[in-house]
């Protein structure tokens, strides 16, 4: 079975500054990935998506990430943060044939200093 | 276009009363999901539907919960009795076929006194 690790459970930054969101999964092969995004009360919006092709990966609102297969990993980035993307933030593994039933990440809280 | 539509967006109810929650997906979408979110926690599948046909249900607590889907669109989750342990946010997600990505609710945030 698939699962998926967020190391950080909280990470504070500045605004203005770089953000890196570290997400990594267990799964024999090449799963689909996503990142969601979750405001308080709010359901999940996805913020990207991989599926095949080039590891890296463009998403909404200034959020990449890459697919690193040697290290089973899938960090989303954002080179200068927004006081609104202060969220909770979900990495989610899907298989491939399976319907896309995907298994998250307990998530990364992010909160940005002014 | 309309996302997926989720109600109530809230319920308390007593331990051991019924509860149900109903979603209606994005339209064309044939693959329905339904989720539950514990406090602090990523959200967990507990069912999958293609068209009217749970082809998952291997993570639903089934003494106490059931769903259906008529006619492949509109789709009902049920607790009876509800515990104080089913307390959470269950959302409602669709796709469009399997390889493409599934489009969330709002959610439904459960509390059981």
């Known amino acids: 079975a698939q699962s998926v690790t967020q190391p950080d459970i909280h990470i504070t930054v500045s605004e203005g500054a770089s953000l890196e969101l570290r997400c990594n999964y267990s799964y024999g092969a090449t799963p689909y990935l996503f990142w969601y995004v979750q405001s308080p009360g709010q359901g999940l919006q996805l913020l990207l998506k991989y599926f095949s092709g080039d590891t890296l990966v463009q998403g909404i609102k200034g959020f990449e990430a890459e697919f690193k297969r040697s290290q089973s990993s899938f960090n989303l980035r954002k080179p200068s943060v927004h006081w609104s993307d202060a969220a909770e933030y979900f990495c989610a593994v899907g298989v491939p044939n399976a319907g896309n039933m995907l298994t998250f990440g307990g998530g990364t809280r992010l909160m940005v200093k002014p | 276009e309309a996302g997926v539509v989720q109600s109530p967006r809230y319920k308390i109810i007593e331990k051991k009363q019924p509860v149900a929650f109903w979603c209606n997906p994005i339209s064309g979408h044939n693959t329905l999901y339904w989720y539950r979110q514990n406090l602090g926690q990523g959200p967990e599948l507990l069912i999958r539907y293609e068209n009217e046909e749970a082809v998952d249900d291997s993570q639903l607590p089934k003494d106490r919960f059931s769903a259906e889907r008529l006619k492949g669109v509109d789709s009902t989750l049920k607790i009876q009795p509800a515990e104080l342990g089913d307390s959470a946010v269950y959302l409602c997600?669709?796709?469009f076929g399997g390889g493409t990505e599934a489009f969330f609710g709002q959610g439904t945030r459960l509390t059981v006194v």
């Open positions: 997600a669709s796709s």
